[in-house]
């Protein structure tokens, strides 16, 4: 689909065209989602520029992400998308920019995008050229980012409590569900870790930006990019700070497995060591000789059980008072 958009009195405002129609002169960004074969050729007769296959997207070479061919910018950024879902996804979006025109070419429709949309059109002012479009779809981009190192970031105040915290139900302490925590940190991971390809494509796609644009950028679109380009660095840290700390939770609650099934453990031979000692005893006074001592006695039932709980009792307080229970 093709939608272009051209500047109006309070910001951009949608051209509405049939798919056969030229690209209107006033046309300031043209926004590829899954174009087709036909719409691609429009845009390149139209522009003269050459619009990337999902292919040639997807590739991971700077070189093949960050270029200029014929007096176009051409700028593939890597951003988080579906994060609403069970299964986030990084999708590949290109800029191509060139002279008063930008084009996006994308085959996913992130929340970024449909913000900075709504908001252009009711706001001309950041939105009045090609490279303040560029500039504030990337602010979008990285604000989005922000809401998934903020999301991270809580989920692991949640499991760090879980993990090192004690929790009571009915005056009574309960071990977490380590299954669940050991799920959210796995998700919190994979959040990370796409955000932190997606900061390193944008530190890239900035950097070029600054050094190799083709005409003279605005100085409050420059600007914008100065202040863009800290922040994505700032995030980076605080993302790489993050990442870390969730390996350490991983490993705080990989060991705090690793005690519930010892402490489990110690129970099943506590009790082993419990038992052990009164069935063999009742295994000697129930053997099948003819002279067994006490066997004619009245007493001696009850002295061979006698013994046989003093040898269970004495190592349980034996073990209480070295603190081994």
Not at 84 to 110: C, H, M, W
Not at 129 to 141: F, H, W
Not at 173 to 200: H, M, T, Y
Request: charged share 25%; aromatic share 8%.
């Amino acid at each position: 689909m093709l939608t272009v958009y051209s500047l109006g009195q309070q910001g951009l405002k949608r051209i509405e065209r049939t798919p056969e129609a030229p690209i209107d002169e006033d046309a300031i960004w043209l926004d590829l989602v899954e174009p087709t074969v036909d719409e691609e050729r429009l845009v390149e007769a139209r522009l003269g520029v050459e619009v990337p296959t999902r292919e040639e997207m997807r590739e991971i070479e700077s070189s093949s992400r960050l270029y200029e061919e014929g007096g176009a910018l051409y700028l593939t950024a890597t951003i988080v998308t579906k994060l609403d879902s069970d299964l986030p996804e990084n999708a590949q979006v290109t800029f191509i920019l060139k002279g008063s025109r930008l084009v996006t070419n994308r085959y996913a429709d992130p929340l970024p995008f449909r913000r900075y949309i709504a908001y252009a059109e009711r706001h001309v002012t950041g939105c009045n050229s090609a490279p303040a479009i560029l500039v504030g779809l990337m602010e979008s981009i990285v604000n989005r980012i922000a809401d998934v190192i903020e999301r991270v970031s809580s989920d692991m105040d949640l499991s760090s409590a879980d993990v090192f915290g004690t929790r009571r139900i009915n005056q009574r302490s309960v071990s977490p569900d380590f299954r669940k925590v050991l799920e959210r940190v796995g998700q919190s991971g994979e959040l990370i870790a796409k955000a932190r390809e997606s900061l390193a494509s944008l530190s890239r796609l900035l950097a070029f930006v600054e050094q190799q644009a083709v005409d003279p950028l605005p100085q409050d679109v420059r600007v914008r990019l100065q202040t863009l380009t800290k922040d994505v660095v700032a995030m980076s840290d605080h993302a790489s700070f993050l990442g870390t700390n969730l390996n350490f939770i991983l490993d705080a609650t990989l060991g705090m497995i690793n005690i519930d099934q010892n402490n489990i453990l110690k129970i099943f031979s506590v009790v082993t060591v419990f038992l052990l000692p009164p069935s063999v005893i009742g295994g000697i006074f129930g053997m099948n000789f003819a002279h067994i001592p006490t066997l004619d006695a009245p007493w001696g039932f009850w002295a061979a059980l006698a013994l046989m709980v003093a040898s269970a009792v004495l190592p349980w307080l034996w073990f209480k008072r070295k603190g081994w229970l």
